[in-house]
C-alpha cells in the first residue's frame, strides 16, 4: 500500500514563492506515475502538474510557467516548486500517485488510485 505525505504548505504573499513535498512510501509501479492537485473551495480538483517514471512532465495552463514538479533521484520524494503566486492559487494540494495502463504503460491522465491528506497554501493579495 502506497503512503503520500504532503508538507510545506503555508501563507504567502501574492508574487511569493513555496515549495511543497510529498513524501513516498515506496518506488515501485503503483507510484509510476505521480501528479499534483489542488482544490479550491467550491471548485473542482484540478491537476496541476504531473510526472512519469521516465521524468517527462505535464502542467495546467494556469500554472505553466510558474510551476515545476520534479521527483528526487531516489523517486520517493516528489516537489512542486511555486513561484510567482497569485490568489487563484490558494488552494489544498495533494499528491496523487497510480500505476500506468497495463496495455499501454502509459500514463492514465484521469486515475490516481493513492492519495495523499493534503496541505493547505493561501496567497494573500
Known amino acids: 500500500q502506497v503512503h503520500l505525505v504532503e508538507s510545506g504548505g503555508g501563507s504567502v504573499q501574492t508574487g511569493g514563492s513555496l515549495t511543497l513535498s510529498c513524501a513516498v512510501s515506496?518506488?515501485?509501479?503503483?507510484?509510476?506515475?505521480m501528479a499534483w492537485f489542488r482544490q479550491a473551495p467550491n471548485k473542482e480538483r484540478e491537476r496541476v502538474a504531473s510526472?512519469?517514471?521516465?521524468?517527462?512532465?505535464a502542467y495546467a495552463n494556469s500554472v505553466k510557467g510558474r510551476f515545476t514538479v520534479l521527483r528526487d533521484h531516489t523517486k520517493t520524494t516528489l516537489t512542486l516548486q511555486m513561484d510567482g503566486l497569485i490568489p487563484a492559487d490558494t488552494a489544498n494540494y495533494f499528491c496523487?500517485?497510480?500505476?500506468?495502463?497495463?496495455?499501454?504503460?502509459?500514463?492514465?491522465?484521469?486515475?490516481?488510485?493513492?492519495w495523499g491528506q493534503g496541505t493547505q497554501v493561501t496567497v494573500a493579495s
Open positions: 510526472i512519469n517514471r521516465y521524468g517527462n512532465t
Open positions: 515506496e518506488y515501485s509501479r503503483d507510484t509510476y506515475c
Open positions: 496523487a500517485s497510480n500505476a500506468p495502463d497495463a496495455s499501454t504503460e502509459r500514463c492514465r491522465t484521469d486515475l490516481y488510485t493513492f
